[in-house]
């Protein structure tokens, strides 16, 4: 099936720093989706693309739409400790399908 | 509103054992699916259904069942409980597309199984 290749795997950063993680695809998406999952609960929809090129905002959070439709990135400004957990990417078909396909995700650690 | 509910929230299974696990929403979504997910795996789909009557397998469908008799449930079944299906189940759901644009899933909180 398809694949998700979703770098880095995880991330140790300082509080105040600057995020960037990415998502690639070895095939076409007319819908990228980026969550974020806490510990004990389910992934939780932080930004979604529908558009090539598209880049869309959600506070410190900013996610782009590859041109080319197979990648996807996602940057976070000026962490917080509650920006800790798992960042997954995520493609999805349009024209009624509407399966998911899940990146490996990123899991990160703000450092004290 | 409860949004996605999954319930039990933990389950110990032995081996051979059988076992529902249930979702439940109330946001009248038309799409529902069912996703493992394992240490370093992300999601991967195990069941889908996009209507009452109607459900497909996704990646990963060996092992489970599913049916959809109402638009809001839709239960997984392990008929055989095995190890290899240790994992913690998500269960999600969301409008039917319309026009080519997505329509987003909301997931539960997830079902943490361990198979001994």
């Known amino acids: 099936g398809q694949q998700l290749n979703q770098s880095p795997q995880s991330m140790f950063i300082q509080e105040g720093e600057d995020v960037s993680m990415n998502c690639t695809s070895s095939?076409?998406?007319?819908?990228w989706l980026w969550y974020k999952q806490d510990p004990g609960e389910g992934p939780v929809l932080l930004i979604a693309?529908?558009?090539?090129?598209e880049l869309t905002s959600n506070g410190r959070l900013t996610a782009q739409f590859g041109i080319t439709r197979k990648d996807s990135f996602l940057n976070i400004s000026a962490s917080i400790p509650s920006d800790v957990g798992i960042y997954f990417c995520a493609g999805q078909l349009s024209g009624g399908n509407e399966k998911l396909t899940f990146g490996t995700g990123t899991r990160l650690t703000i450092i004290p | 509103n409860a949004g996605v509910t999954q319930t039990p929230k933990f389950q110990v299974l032995k081996t051979g054992q059988s076992m529902t696990l249930q979702c439940a929403q109330d946001?009248?979504?038309?799409?529902m699916s069912w996703y493992r997910q394992d240490p370093g795996m992300g999601l991967r789909l195990i069941h889908y259904?996009?209507?009452?009557?109607?459900?497909d397998q996704g990646e990963v469908p060996n092992g489970y069942n599913v049916s959809r008799s109402t638009t809001e449930d839709f239960p997984l079944r392990l008929l055989s409980a095995a190890p290899s299906q240790t994992s913690v189940y998500f269960c999600?759901?969301?409008?039917?597309?319309?026009?080519?644009?997505?329509?987003?899933?909301?997931f539960g909180d997830g079902t943490r199984l361990s198979i001994l």
């Open positions: 946001m009248n979504h038309e799409y």
């Open positions: 999600a759901s969301s409008y039917s597309m319309a026009g080519g644009v997505g329509q987003p899933q909301h």
């Open positions: 259904s996009v209507g009452a009557g109607i459900t």
């Open positions: 693309l529908y558009k090539a090129g």
């Open positions: 095939s076409i998406f007319n819908t």
